[in-house]
C-alpha cells in the first residue's frame, strides 16, 4: 500500500511544520550531493529557515566561485570580475588610509590644543594655533558675558515683579487701615462703650492710689 499523495500546501501545524521541514531539507542536502557525485556537476543550495538560519551545500571548494560563475551567466545581473573585486579592495584601502590619516591629524590637533607636543611645531606653526586659542577665548568670553546678562536680566525682572507686589500688599494693608478706622467712627455704641472702659480704669486707678494713701495700716508683704 503506498503513501497517499501530499496536499501541496502551508502546514499549520507549528510543531508538524517544523518537523517536515527539518526531513525534506536533509532529503534535499543529500539529494543535490548525491547529484553532484553521479552525474559530475556542480550543484549550490541554499536554504534559509522562516527563523533566518542558513543551510547551504556546494559541490565546488568555494560557494563564492559558484555564485560568481552564475552571475556571469545571467544576462540580467553585472559580472562580478577578479579585476573589479582587487579595484573595489584597492578603493577601499585608499579610502582607510585616508581616513586613518585624518584622524591622526585631527588627535594632533588636538594636542596641540591642549599644550602638548609642540616641539615639533615652526613658527608659523605656533602663531596660527596662538590665533585659533585666542579667537577661541573670545568666544567663549563672549558667549559666557551673554550668559551673565540673561541671569541679570532675569533677576531685574524677578526685583520688578517682587516690587510690584510688595507694593500691592501695602496699599491693601492701608485700604483696611483706613475702613476699620471709619468703622470706628460711624458705631456710636463701640465709642460709649471704649469711653465707658477708660472711666472705669481711671475709677479703679484712683480707688487704688487712695486706699494706699489714707490706709496707714495696710501692710504689703509677707506678714
Known sequence: MGRGKVQLKRIENKINRQV?????????????????????????????SNHGKLSEF???????????????????????????????????????????????????????????????????DLDQLERQLNASLAQIRFTKTQYMHDQLCDLQQKEISLLQENESLRRTMEDTSQLNGQQQAWDPNLSQQLAHDGQRDQLQGDGFYYSMEYEPNLQMGFP
Open 58 to 124: 556546494c559541490s565546488n571548494s568555494s560557494m563564492l566561485q559558484t555564485l560568481e560563475r552564475y552571475e556571469k551567466h545571467n544576462n540580467n545581473a553585472p559580472e562580478l570580475s577578479t579585476t573589479s573585486r582587487e579595484t573595489q579592495i584597492q578603493g577601499s584601502q585608499m579610502e582607510y588610509i585616508t581616513l586613518k590619516s585624518h584622524v591622526e591629524a585631527l588627535q594632533r590637533s588636538q594636542r596641540n590644543l591642549m599644550g602638548e607636543d609642540l616641539g615639533l611645531l615652526g613658527r608659523n
Open 20 to 48: 517536515t521541514f527539518a526531513k525534506r531539507r536533509n532529503g534535499l542536502l543529500k539529494k543535490a550531493r548525491e547529484l553532484s557525485i553521479l552525474c559530475d556537476v556542480e550543484v549550490a543550495l541554499i536554504i534559509y
